[in-house]
């Protein structure tokens, strides 16, 4: 028996194939979920659900439209009558210093990590609260603990600080309706959200710095993803949960 079995989920940002999102919706799928995956491309979203079997289902959702967040949202529930589980993964991040950060650049990285959150939160909140049941999983990142120091800039720092900040903000007000709210703090994981800007000298620093010796795997992600989307988790919200190898240990 699957941990999500007759439950209804969407990931945002799940198109990219080798990326945390993507091994989040396949194990998803695989405990038994009906998964979409939301992703800027409509083609890459719909490739990517096709992936995990004939059920799933793919749309194109740019998350810092907010429009586009409740269409989407509007099209699942219409289709499956409620959803369960929301995975806010869509995400980007710049190898900035703090002097180069210009105004787009600022706008880009708060819009889809911060922003895009809140939009897409905002969307299934009004379902799952008439539900009494729903489980809304962040992705903040070791950056927004430790000040950056890996690959993003401080303003994903910032950005990703704001989604620990409003993951907790969120599960405060909406604990008593039975919506869960909870962030994943992952510390370096092999994925290519670094767009082919980690040269082999960063990714030897980067190793050398976590206990474990090793970069994370997206499945390890995936599983803590699954944790708390899951009821084994029934009793946790406003949680940041560490997925960083000893990384940060504090
Ligand atoms: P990735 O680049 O492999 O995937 C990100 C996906 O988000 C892509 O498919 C992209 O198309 C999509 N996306 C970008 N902008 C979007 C938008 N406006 N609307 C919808 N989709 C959009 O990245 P990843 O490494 O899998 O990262 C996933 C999440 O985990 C991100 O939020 C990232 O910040 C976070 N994270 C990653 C790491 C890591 O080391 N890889 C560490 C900490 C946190």
Redesign the pocket.
């Known amino acids: 028996m699957g941990l999500l079995t007759n439950r209804y989920a969407v990931v ?5 194939a ?5 091994a989040t919706a396949r194990l998803f799928a695989e405990h038994g979920a009906t998964v979409a995956i ?4 409509a083609e ?1 979203a719909v490739d990517g659900a096709a992936d995990l079997g004939p059920d799933h289902v793919g749309l194109a ?4 439209d907010k429009a586009a967040c409740n269409t989407a949202v509007a099209e699942l529930e219409g289709r499956w009558g409620r959803i369960d589980v929301l995975v806010n ?5 710049q190898p900035l210093k703090i002097m180069e950060i210009e105004p787009g650049n600022y706008d880009a990285v708060l ?3 911060l922003r ?1 959150t809140l939009y897409m939160s905002q969307a299934v909140i009004p379902g799952m609260r008439a539900r009494k049941s729903g489980s809304i999983v962040n ?5 927004a603990q430790r000040g950056g120091g ?3 800039g401080p303003h ?1 720092s910032a950005a ?1 600080a704001g989604v620990l900040g409003l993951t907790k903000a969120m599960a405060r007000e909406l604990a008593p309706d039975n919506v869960r709210v909870n962030a994943i ?11 082919g800007r980690l040269t082999p000298e960063m990714l030897e620093t980067i190793v050398a710095d976590i206990p474990m010796g090793r970069a ?1 795997e ?1 499945s390890d ?1 995936a599983g803590c993803a699954l944790f708390l989307a899951s009821n084994l988790a029934a009793y946790c919200t406003g949680t940041e949960v560490d997925v960083n190898g000893g990384a940060l240990i504090h």
């Open positions: 945002t940002g799940a198109a990219s080798r990326g945390l999102g993507k939301l992703d800027l491309d890459a959702c740019n998350v810092t993964n869509a995400g980007i991040t819009d889809v990590n895009g992705l903040s990142s070791v950056s890996i690959f993003g994903y990703k703090c992952p510390g370096f994981i092999a994925t290519d959200i670094t767009g994370g997206a992600v």
